[in-house]
């Protein structure tokens, strides 16, 4: 069984934000595969759709939590499903990459993604992979880091999502067996 999360902010007032990129991912890939409608999942302190990608089950999650706090969400299901670190993907954001960058990581630093740093905590490592999406961008500089990732994408960036999030998708499938 896998886990696929994608890192957001809750509650909807934050959809098209840039910190919301792992969302939106998520729900694409949702979209793609004709999983199962999201449904809230009081347990697991986020929204949860069940599917199958390749040969694997495949639980997705959104923690609808406060982004900083995404690792109480994603114990949850892990624990509840026993699903191992090596069977864990998640779509977030990245402030250190430009706008339309897309890499793969499967181990390494959270990168100042507070998100991500919760999930290393609670799981007691930083051995995950994910995918991440840049999200950086020349307005980067005109506004306090809290406001930039809250901000909303510009219409030139949202032409251009689902064409980033497709790269996103290519790359997890790569590295699901």
Not at 42 to 47: A, D, N, P, Q, V
Not at 96 to 104: E, I, L, T
């Amino acid at each position: 069984m896998l886990l696929i999360i994608g890192l957001g902010n809750y509650p909807p007032r934050y959809k098209d934000t840039r910190h919301n990129f792992g969302f939106l991912a998520i729900e694409l890939l949702a979209q793609k595969y004709g999983l199962n409608p999201w449904k809230e999942e009081k347990k697991f302190f986020g929204s949860t759709a069940v599917g199958q990608i390749k040969s694997h089950k495949v639980i997705f999650l959104k923690p609808e939590t406060l982004m900083n706090l995404s690792g109480k969400s994603v114990l949850a299901v892990k624990q509840y499903y026993k699903i191992e670190k090596e069977n864990i993907y998640i779509f977030s954001d990245d402030l250190d990459q430009d706008f339309g960058a897309v890499r793969f990581r499967d181990k390494g630093s959270d990168g100042g993604q507070r998100g991500l740093r919760d999930i290393f905590q609670k799981l007691g490592t930083q051995e995950i992979q994910r995918i991440k999406f840049g999200i950086s961008s020349e307005y980067r500089s005109t506004m306090p880091t809290e406001q930039f990732v809250l901000s909303k994408f510009t219409s030139d960036e949202r032409k251009k999502l689902s064409g980033i999030i497709e790269q996103g998708i290519e790359k997890l499938l790569a590295h699901i067996d």
